[in-house]
C-alpha cells in the first residue's frame, strides 16, 4: 500500500504561481512513477503531468507544457508540482497519484490517489 497526501492548493490570481506537493508513505516511493491529475465537476479527469521514479523523464500535457514542472525529491518521499503563469482553466481539484508503468497518461495505468488539493484562479 501507499498513501498519498497532496498539500498546497489554494486561491491565486490569473497569472500567479502556486506549487503542489505530494507526501507519499508506504511501499518504496523511489520505485514508482508519479503523476498528476486535474479534475472539475464539468470535465473528466485529466491528465497532468507525470515523472518516472529516477526523476530523468518527464512528460505534460500540452496545455501545460513551458509553464508546469513536475519533480521529485526520494530522499523525502515528496513529488512536486510547480504551477507558474496559472490560467483560469487551469483551476480544479489536483490529484496525485502512482504506479508502475512509464511512461503513461492513462489513469488506469496508476495504482494509488490522494484524496486531492483544490487550485482555484480568480481572474
Known amino acids: 500500500q501507499v498513501q498519498l497526501v497532496e498539500s498546497g492548493g489554494g486561491l491565486v490570481q490569473a497569472g500567479g504561481s502556486l506549487r503542489l506537493s505530494c507526501a507519499a508513505s508506504g511501499r518504496t516511493f523511489s520505485y514508482y512513477t508519479m503523476g498528476w491529475f486535474r479534475q472539475t465537476p464539468e470535465k473528466e479527469r485529466e491528465f497532468v503531468a507525470s515523472?518516472?521514479?529516477?526523476?530523468?523523464?518527464?512528460r505534460y500535457t500540452d496545455s501545460v507544457k513551458d509553464r508546469f514542472t513536475i519533480s521529485r525529491d526520494n530522499a523525502k518521499n515528496t513529488v512536486y508540482l510547480q504551477m507558474n503563469s496559472l490560467k483560469p482553466d487551469d483551476a480544479a481539484v489536483y490529484y496525485c497519484a502512482t504506479g508502475r508503468r512509464w511512461p503513461t497518461t492513462r489513469d488506469s495505468d496508476y495504482e494509488y490517489w490522494g484524496q486531492g488539493t483544490q487550485v482555484t484562479i480568480s481572474s
Open positions: 515523472i518516472s521514479w529516477s526523476g530523468g523523464g518527464t
